[in-house]
């Protein structure tokens, strides 16, 4: 198992650029046929069958549970600029930098049965996307910077129902019966509060990989911390749903307040959220490349038998 505090060799690295480059080599010409691709480079494969949107796929829908005909589920919601092709790489691909399963219709997959996503998306779906198009509005300001506001009218209720129906779709048919509570909150529109063990944070897209990735256990072997997450990475906003433990970067803003507000409910959001790089490929790190940088050389040095490699990288770094 690879942790958060571990890093990888080189040939392990793949930048977004470098991500993006193998995307478009992927697709070629195919993706012209309707429109100037856009691909996205997902880095965690959705857990479900196999196969195109209008394909008819049978299994467990990822949040109700019952066993039937499958619906495509967009993830997150078309209108919420899901609607370019899409070239997944699944972990085993991630040393090849090349994806090889191709979605002209977007990021998703069989998730949900058709009732699930047509209520889901008919309670939650306009909120989420106007909550969308209103940080997309301000994605490219926000580039570079530590931290920016979110300013705008929400449908907060809306917002968070919809990334937990993500959530569900993200992770395997077996998360709905770990997290049933959960799965009440999602399906009656109208229920509010949260169970105490979840929280829910978001945080601006700062660049990077557009992760996805079913639950998953981070640790920082140096402060002997654990964290349990899943994260979702879609411009403009990343998503994380963490359990009993906190993060082990808490710089996500947790929005997890957004559940105490009723079914159609509007507010005025005025929060200063952080902008976030998605360099690696491991879900909850958010380190800048020079970061990354440091840390591998800490570990080199570490594997030299150096006592204090962060001192000796400090001294080097001072002199030169």
Known sequence: MRVAGELRPRSERATALGRDAACRKTIGPV??????????SVFFGIPSPRGLAFDKITGPCHLCGRVGPLSFEHIPPRKAYNDYPAVLHEYEQLES?????????????????????NDTG??????????????????????GRRSANYHGEIAPLHVIKQVATIFFSVN???????????????????RTGLPPRYRFH?????GGGLRQSGVSAAMDLRRDRLSVLTE????????????????????????????????????QF??????????WHLPGDYRSRDEIARDEAINT????????????????????
Do not use: M
């Not at 978001?202 to 700062?206: A, D, E, R, S």
């Not at 040095?301 to 030169?320: K, N």
């Open 270 to 279: 005025n929060r200063r959220l952080p902008v976030l790089p998605t360099l």
């Open 301 to 320: 040095l570490e594997e030299w038998g150096v006592a204090e490699p962060e001192a000796v990288l400090d001294w080097f770094q001072r002199h030169g």
């Open 172 to 190: 395997g048919p077996g998360f709905q019966k770990q997290h049933p509570e959960l799965a009440r909150f999602v399906l009656d529109k109208e």
């Open 122 to 143: 008919g309670a939650y779906g306009t909120g989420f996307v106007e909550w969308s198009k209103l940080g997309f509005d301000r994605l490219a300001a926000v580039q």
């Open 232 to 267: 979702f990475v879609h411009p403009p906003f990343g998503y994380v749903l963490r359990f009993e433990h906190g993060l082990l970067d808490q710089r996500p803003e947790d929005i997890s307040d957004f559940a105490n507000y009723g079914y159609g409910e509007r507010i």
């Open 202 to 206: 978001v945080f601006w897209y700062g």
């Open 97 to 117: 930098e090349y994806g090889t399963r191709y979605l002209p219709d977007g990021r998703g997959g069989h998730t949900l049965c058709e009732r699930c996503n």
């Open 31 to 40: 993706g012209r046929r309707r429109r100037d691709p856009r691909p996205v």
